[in-house]
């Protein structure tokens, strides 16, 4: 009888990470291309390696606290 292997459960994380300009547009417009062909796009994060589903959902979130204003581009899918 053969094994079937479990599935490692990822741990929890929220980190940010800041990148110069350069970098940043780079990994934005490989994610847009991607978005626009209708594909998956992968990406590595401080170390872990992600894979976005081509039906991840997108939304734009605003904040505004203490005279300070962020954009957040997010992406959410249920990991596989």
């Given at each position: 009888?053969a094994q ?77």
């Open positions: 009888m079937k292997k479990a599935k490692a459960k990822r741990a929890d994380r929220d980190l940010e990470k800041t990148y110069p300009r350069k970098d940043f547009v780079a990994k934005l417009r490989r994610l847009a291309d991607a978005i626009e062909a209708g594909k998956a796009f992968s990406i590595q994060v401080a170390g872990e390696r992600l894979r976005i589903p081509a039906d991840a959902l997108f939304n734009i979130e605003h904040e505004r606290e203490d005279g300070v204003d962020e954009v957040e581009f997010q992406l959410r899918w249920q990991r596989e």
